[in-house]
């Protein structure tokens, strides 16, 4: 009798793993991914720039970014920064476009997603330094799961000469 009653608690208890898991009630923690910075130059070319490396005023940044929500759909996007240390941007391929609501602002790298749609995204965000210092640059990302999970901040701060 004992065995069959530990048989029974431990199928149910399978049974409401797997019934959160279809349901859509699994949580994750969006994560935000990053490749190597690029200085663009006025002629197109390129140099790869290492995290230890510094910019001038002026430069032209580009960083390719991946969203993931993981388990979770996306829900936003946002790149904050002092407006006076830097002008910042975010362009997305056609594919993401079409996933983003009319509320997003790529232009002022602020990107909304449709809901339940999107858990993957690539984009790339550029950046120009106005001044030089260590100013921050703030990436907040959300998906659909729970308060406890999202959303999630990342910041960076270039050295800017």
Known sequence: MKHSLFIILALVSI??????CMMGDAQSTPEFYAS??????????????RMVDSVNVGDTIRLP???SGQLNSLKSFVAQADDDAFKHWITCDSALLEFLTSASKPDKSILYFEPEKLVVASA???????KSGG????????????EQFSPRSFS????VR
């Not at 100013?135 to 799961?145: R, V």
């Open 156 to 159: 960076f701060t270039p050295v």
């Open 36 to 49: 190597q910075m690029y200085r663009v130059h006025a002629s197109g070319a390129q140099d790869t720039l």
């Open 15 to 20: 049974s409401f793993v797997l019934d959160s």
């Open 135 to 146: 100013n921050a640059i703030t990436f907040t990302l959300a998906n659909d799961a729970n």
């Open 65 to 67: 970014i991946v969203l």
């Open 124 to 130: 790339n965000f550029w950046f120009i330094p106005l």
